[in-house]
């Protein structure tokens, strides 16, 4: 992969070599801090760097006690939590659980957590695994307005939302009918009514075709399985409607004025073998109409799957080849496209080729052309594509007409001038549109860049998750982290600043400057139905077998020293943490009854169980409170 350039490029990228060989010295010299030192970095591994000024990002390292200016939503990959970064600093500050039960929180432990996760007739879990993908935050204007995060699990189809008040998942929805199910966007502004200027729906692809519905038949016909483009309400999280299409979803992205949503498209073959999926040469990104859609839903043009009563609109290529009726549209792109970004001047969806080595830029406003008619072929909305480098997937955006790929055979991120990029595709052969390439270590999937995907991208950061990080940190094992790292891309040049590690497998990520979240650092009791607001409240309150148990902490004690219960008796304890002093957390353990969770300032959680082990048990606090913490306890006698 030595010298590899795009054919408009005049020199050669550094070679790849010399570049790994002083990579790994310059690992060995500074692995051991977090985040590598900028001047090693700045030497070895951007050598095309050397030089160049060095714009206004400032250093990546903070001094104790300073607070970072951004943060990052990162998703937290198989422990299906989403982790709340501060950036530049790369520190992690909270794990937000979702979709797989946390030890510490006691999200799938509490009654509260687990309503929300989802649970089987008999009151255990319906799901303890995830695999999460994608974070986007809801909108207001084209940029983040601090409401709500969303973050998919590819593995059972759940979309979950997370309050940015309280940092919390608050919502979980299962999508019906779709397996896969991987690219997510919030809309950014209703299609139809002005004053609805910011989200009100997320979209959700999902990548497997399956039979429909999905029962037993028809398994052994794969080419007539099928997928689905799904829209739930941001705020109720039910699903609204469902698009049946040709081909699947993966990426999923949202214009600035609301009229279009798309998706790219791997697998237009319908193949069920990997080989049937990359036999075509070109694939699609398929755009749909939202305001036709959902007059389509209205007006009772759907039908309905299995047991699902989502109304299900038919958006297959046959029955949409007439624009001025058309639901959705297929815009062809090269061999098994995998991002799809929306540029932030609102014009472009930028494709990223994957098995192609090429970038294709879409204008929005011929794809509404076509749609009122006034275009005779979709693919004229294509106004560039062109090569980038090996395995292009994901881009970002600086704010300033660049767009920033990520290549992962070529290990690079490239930056590229989309205006010169539609001016080459045009015939002019003299515009420049790759700017700059950078090394990364090794194999990036996403890349985003501070604020990057709204209308005030300020092209100060870029952060790329690399999936490999072979030397990069010291030896674990087999299981190596994967390699999160930032670049400075406020000026001319890229500049490596930093590596990660972090544990495998987060994908996408969005950075947004932290004025834009107004987080509350203390509950109020009301939020809790539940919630005991005075001590004199407690105690244990018995109905036949089922018992509830009403106790408060205020450090060190809680409000009940010791509870008795019957063995068999079905205990509900109640707790809710009075102590509204920022910071102060209490947990509360039962040993031999698996519970352990914690109650914030003001917070009231509960669990539920069956006291089925007779004895003493000394229940404690788990979160270190006050200097009597570890006196803090209360016994639970459970009686023979
Ligand atoms: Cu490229 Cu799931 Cu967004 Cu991974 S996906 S990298
Ligand atoms: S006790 S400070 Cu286990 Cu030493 Cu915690
Ligand atoms: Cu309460 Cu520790
Ligand atoms: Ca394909």
Same mark, same amino acid.
Not at 320 to 346: E, I, R
């Given at each position: 992969?030595?010298?590899?350039?795009?054919?408009?490029?005049?020199?050669?990228?550094?070679?790849?070599?010399?570049?790994?060989?002083?990579?790994?010295?310059?690992?060995?010299?500074?692995?051991?801090?977090?985040?590598?030192?900028?001047?090693?970095?700045?030497?070895?591994?951007?050598?095309?760097?050397?030089?160049?000024?060095?714009?206004?990002?400032?250093?990546?390292?903070?001094?104790?006690?300073?607070?970072?200016?951004?943060?990052?939503?990162?998703?937290?990959?198989?422990?299906?939590?989403?982790?709340?970064?501060?950036?530049?600093?790369?520190?992690?500050?909270?794990?937000?659980?979702?979709?797989?039960?946390?030890?510490?929180?006691?999200?799938?432990?509490?009654?509260?957590?687990?309503?929300?996760?989802? *649970?089987?007739? !008999? #009151?255990? $879990?319906?799901? =303890?695994?995830?695999?999460?993908?994608?974070?986007? /935050?809801? @909108?207001? &204007?084209?940029?983040?307005?601090?409401?709500?995060?969303?973050?998919?699990?590819?593995?059972?189809?759940?979309?979950?939302?997370?309050?940015?008040?309280?940092?919390?998942?608050?919502?979980?929805?299962?999508?019906?009918?779709?397996?896969?199910?991987?690219?997510?966007?919030?809309?950014?502004?209703?299609?139809?009514?002005?004053?609805?200027?910011?989200?009100?729906?997320?979209?959700?692809?999902?990548?497997?075709?399956?039979?429909?519905?999905?029962?037993?038949?028809?398994?052994?016909?794969?080419?007539?399985?099928?997928?689905?483009?799904?829209?739930?309400?941001?705020?109720?999280?039910?699903?609204?409607?469902?698009?049946?299409?040709?081909?699947?979803?993966?990426?999923?992205? *949202?214009?600035? !004025? #609301?009229? $279009?949503?798309? =998706?790219?498209?791997?697998?237009?073959?319908?193949? /069920?073998? @990997?080989? &049937?999926?990359?036999?075509?040469?070109?694939?699609?990104?398929?755009?749909?109409?939202?305001?036709?859609?959902?007059?389509?839903?209205?007006?009772?043009?759907?039908?309905?799957?299995?047991?699902?009563?989502?109304?299900?609109?038919?958006?297959?290529?046959?029955?949409?080849?007439?624009?001025?009726?058309?639901?959705?549209?297929?815009?062809?792109?090269?061999?098994?496209?995998?991002?799809?970004?929306?540029?932030?001047?609102?014009?472009?969806?930028?494709?990223?080729?994957?098995?192609?080595?090429?970038?294709?830029?879409?204008?929005?406003?011929?794809?509404?052309?076509?749609?009122?008619?006034?275009?005779?072929?979709?693919?004229?909305?294509?106004?560039?594509?062109?090569?980038?480098?090996?395995?292009?997937?994901?881009?970002?955006?600086?704010?300033?007409?660049?767009?920033?790929?990520?290549?992962?055979?070529?290990?690079?991120?490239?930056?590229?001038?989309?205006?010169?990029?539609?001016?080459?595709?045009?015939?002019?052969?003299?515009?420049?549109?790759?700017?700059?390439?950078?090394?990364?270590?090794?194999?990036?999937?996403?890349?985003?860049?501070?604020?990057?995907?709204?209308?005030?991208?300020?092209?100060?950061?870029?952060?790329?998750?690399?999936?490999?990080?072979?030397?990069?940190?010291?030896?674990?094992?087999?299981?190596?982290?994967?390699?999160?790292?930032?670049?400075?891309?406020?000026?001319?040049?890229?500049?490596?600043?930093?590596?990660?590690?972090?544990?495998?497998?987060?994908?996408?990520?969005?950075?947004?400057?932290?004025?834009?979240?107004?987080?509350?650092?203390?509950?109020?009791?009301?939020?809790?139905?539940?919630?005991?607001?005075?001590?004199?409240?407690?105690?244990?309150?018995?109905?036949?077998?089922?018992?509830?148990?009403?106790?408060?902490?205020?450090?060190?004690?809680?409000?009940?020293?010791?509870?008795?219960?019957?063995?068999?008796?079905?205990?509900?304890?109640?707790?809710?943490?009075?102590?509204?002093?920022?910071?102060?957390?209490?947990?509360?353990?039962?040993?031999?009854?698996?519970?352990?969770?914690?109650?914030?300032?003001?917070?009231?959680?509960?669990?539920?169980?069956?006291?089925?082990?007779?004895?003493?048990?000394?229940?404690?606090?788990?979160?270190?409170?006050?200097?009597?913490?570890?006196?803090?306890?209360?016994?639970?006698?459970?009686?023979?």
């Amino acid at each position: 992969s030595q010298g590899k350039k795009s054919p408009n490029e005049s020199a050669p990228v550094t070679g790849r070599r010399r570049f790994l060989n002083t990579a790994a010295l310059a690992g060995l010299s500074v692995g051991f801090v977090g985040c590598t030192d900028k001047t090693a970095a700045s030497t070895s591994a951007a050598p095309a760097a050397s030089g160049a000024s060095h714009g206004e990002a400032s250093s990546p390292h903070l001094k104790p006690g300073e607070l970072d200016t951004y943060y990052g939503l990162w998703s937290g990959g198989h422990t299906g939590d989403l982790r709340v970064l501060g950036l530049p600093s790369g520190r992690e500050i909270l794990r937000i659980p979702c979709f797989v039960p946390d030890a510490l929180v006691g999200w799938g432990i509490t009654n509260e957590s687990k309503k929300i996760m989802g *649970t089987k007739p !008999d #009151g255990s $879990l319906r799901y =303890t695994v995830g695999d999460s993908h994608h974070v986007h /935050a809801s @909108y207001k &204007d084209g940029n983040y307005d601090g409401r709500y995060a969303w973050i998919n699990d590819k593995i059972n189809s759940r979309l979950a939302r997370i309050r940015l008040d309280y940092f919390v998942c608050d919502k979980i929805t299962e999508l019906p009918n779709v397996q896969g199910f991987h690219g997510i966007f919030p809309d950014k502004r209703d299609p139809v009514d002005p004053a609805i200027n910011y989200t009100t729906r997320v979209f959700c692809g999902s990548e497997f075709q399956i039979p429909l519905p999905n029962q037993g038949q028809g398994t052994d016909k794969t080419d007539q399985y099928r997928s689905m483009f799904t829209c739930v309400d941001a705020e109720t999280m039910e699903v609204r409607w469902q698009v049946l299409i040709d081909g699947n979803c993966d990426l999923t992205a *949202t214009s600035y !004025d #609301g009229k $279009l949503a798309a =998706t790219n498209q791997y697998n237009v073959e319908n193949g /069920a073998r @990997y080989e &049937d999926m990359m036999s075509a040469e070109r694939d699609a990104c398929l755009f749909f109409n939202i305001a036709r859609i959902e007059q389509a839903v209205k007006d009772g043009k759907f039908r309905t799957v299995g047991t699902s009563k989502v109304p299900v609109v038919d958006g297959t290529r046959a029955n949409n080849a007439d624009p001025k009726t058309a639901l959705t549209a297929y815009v062809s792109v090269p061999k098994n496209p995998h991002g799809v970004n929306a540029s932030p001047d609102g014009k472009y969806f930028i494709c990223a080729g994957k098995l192609s080595p090429t970038g294709t830029v879409i204008e929005l406003a011929k794809v509404l052309d076509w749609f009122d008619g006034k275009l005779e072929k979709i693919d004229q909305a294509i106004v560039a594509e062109v090569e980038l480098g090996l395995g292009p997937l994901h881009t970002a955006f600086d704010g300033r007409g660049n767009g920033y790929t990520t290549l992962f055979l070529d290990s690079q991120v490239v930056k590229w001038n989309i205006e010169a990029a539609i001016k080459f595709h045009a015939g002019d052969k003299t515009a420049k549109y790759v700017l700059d390439r950078i090394d990364v270590q090794y194999q990036p999937g996403h890349v985003n860049a501070s604020q990057s995907e709204t209308v005030a991208a300020d092209g100060k950061w870029l952060a790329v998750g690399c999936k490999f990080s072979k030397d990069r940190f010291l030896p674990v094992g087999p299981l190596h982290p994967e390699n999160e790292q930032l670049i400075d891309i406020s000026g001319e040049k890229m500049v490596l600043a930093g590596d990660h590690p972090v544990r495998g497998e987060p994908h996408d990520f969005i950075i947004l400057k932290r004025e834009l979240l107004r987080p509350k650092q203390v509950y109020a009791l009301d939020d809790f139905p539940l919630a005991v607001k005075d001590p004199k409240e407690s105690g244990v309150f018995r109905s036949g077998r089922k018992v509830t148990v009403k106790m408060t902490s205020l450090a060190p004690a809680f409000s009940l020293r010791e509870f008795t219960v019957k063995k068999g008796d079905e205990v509900t304890l109640i707790l809710t943490n009075l102590d509204k002093v920022e910071d102060l957390t209490h947990g509360f353990a039962i040993p031999k009854y698996n519970v352990n969770f914690i109650v914030n300032p003001l917070e009231t959680a509960s669990v539920t169980f069956i006291a089925d082990q007779p004895g003493v048990f000394w229940c404690y606090c788990t979160h270190f409170c006050h200097a009597l913490h570890l006196e803090m306890r209360t016994r639970m006698i459970v009686e023979a």
